[in-house]
């Protein structure tokens, strides 16, 4: 392997892990806060 390949692995993995961390955010945390502050779509 050469030093080319693990920089492109890294940044690979670096953004699966910000595309996780958005997904959490938007399908998750967002709810959860909306409940919390009793925030909805639906009134």
């Known amino acids: 392997m050469n030093?080319?390949?693990?920089?492109?692995?890294?940044?690979?993995?670096?953004a699966l892990?910000?595309?996780a961390t958005s997904c959490f955010t938007v399908g998750i945390a967002t709810p959860v806060a909306g409940y919390i502050?009793?925030?909805?779509?639906?009134s």
């Open 3 to 14: 030093l080319v390949f693990n920089e492109q692995i890294k940044l690979l993995a670096a």
């Open 17 to 19: 892990n910000t595309a």
């Open 37 to 42: 502050y009793n925030i909805g779509i639906c």
